[in-house]
């Protein structure tokens, strides 16, 4: 089993930055894809970005260039590094892991990012 624990989100002024963290207890399974993703009240859940096991990145068009995903392998943790934060940023933000064998998607509890203009 994975468990994810996400930390970091608040309130801030637009133009602020945020730094959110994941920390995945996975008893041995080896994760693969790890990703962030975000819901807006009233909206689906949508990604912000993803980091493959080889490092490579995607962003939602959005967010590009304004934020950054990490990922340490050895310490089984994810961030987002958010900068230049815009009132449509405002949402719950979940770190998203694929791990296993066969792979399975794990998600943490949410965390909450409010960005007021």
């Known amino acids: 089993q994975v468990q994810l624990v996400e930390s970091g989100g608040g309130s801030v002024q637009a133009g602020a930055s945020l730094r959110l963290s994941c920390v995945a207890s996975t008893d041995g399974v080896a994760i693969h894809n790890m990703g962030w993703y975000r819901q807006a009240p009233g909206k689906l859940r949508e990604v912000v970005a993803t980091i493959m096991s080889d490092g490579n990145t995607n962003y939602h068009g959005s967010v590009r260039g304004r934020f950054t995903i990490t990922r340490d392998n050895e310490k089984n943790t994810l961030s987002l590094q958010m900068n230049s934060l815009r009132s449509e940023d405002t949402a719950v933000y979940y770190c998203?892991?694929?791990?296993?064998?066969?792979?399975?998607?794990?998600w943490g509890q949410g965390t909450q990012v409010t960005v007021s203009s």
């Open positions: 998203n892991v694929l791990a296993g064998n066969p792979p399975r998607g794990y």
